[in-house]
């Protein structure tokens, strides 16, 4: 059963399934011309809040199968995750600039009109990576169900070649599922990577 905690925004509840700390295992199977790159690898996975009305996402990753003497450790993420939803005077920003009003979306009764003509919440999430990669994708979260496409990929001058990706999200049976594609060194948007992960104390 689905805890929803007693301090948590109204815009983050149909977000609030993410919450939590989460670690598995995954598979990393992406083919770069006639080479395929195949690895298992660990991850851990935080959601939290800090009582805004986004989400703090982090995500470590480590390889289970390196080779001896190569490094283990993937590229890690950061985040933000938040409904998509015009910014108003109720809302921090930019810079450190505080909120002149209260929040317009402060109950459940004022989120509900955020839902789009499918009945689901259309959502943005922001990632940042230490590779000099950094992307906005747009999408909408149903249910247990969150699907998000890539708006815009901002790549550091020296960054490896990458330039869209999708990501789908699932709640199974109490497990965290994802799937992430992208479309990198060249090559169209095709499979990349995909685990489960289950949620931790």
């Known amino acids: 059963m689905l805890e929803i905690p007693a301090d948590l925004p109204a815009e983050l509840v149909p977000l609030s399934w993410l919450i939590g700390t989460w670690e598995g295992t995954g598979v990393i199977d992406y083919r770069v011309g006639d080479d395929t790159v195949t690895h298992e690898f660990g991850q851990r996975v935080q959601f939290a809040h800090d009582g805004q009305p986004v989400l703090q996402y982090?995500?470590?990753a480590w390889l289970l199968d390196a080779p001896e003497g190569t490094a283990r450790e993937l590229p890690s993420e950061l985040g933000y995750w938040r409904?998509?939803?015009p910014l108003a005077d109720g809302d921090a920003g930019p810079g450190m600039l505080p909120a002149t009003s209260d929040a317009a979306f402060g109950d459940a009764e004022a989120v509900e009109t955020l839902r789009n003509d499918a009945g689901a919440f259309d959502l943005q999430v922001q990632l940042v990576h230490p590779d000099g990669v950094g992307e906005l994708?747009?999408?909408?979260?149903?249910?247990?169900?969150?699907?998000?496409?890539?708006?815009?990929?901002?790549?550091a001058e020296g960054a490896k070649p990458y330039s869209a990706a999708?990501?789908?999200?699932?709640?199974v049976e109490g497990h965290l599922l994802w799937a992430w594609d992208i479309a990198a060194l060249g090559q169209d948007l095709r499979t990349h990577a995909s685990a489960r992960l289950a949620k931790v104390a």
């Open 83 to 85: 409904l998509a939803r």
């Open 137 to 155: 994708y747009l999408g909408q979260v149903a249910g247990p169900r969150i699907d998000l496409a890539t708006d815009a990929v901002v790549r």
């Open 58 to 60: 982090s995500s470590v």
């Open 166 to 171: 999708t990501r789908l999200y699932g709640l």
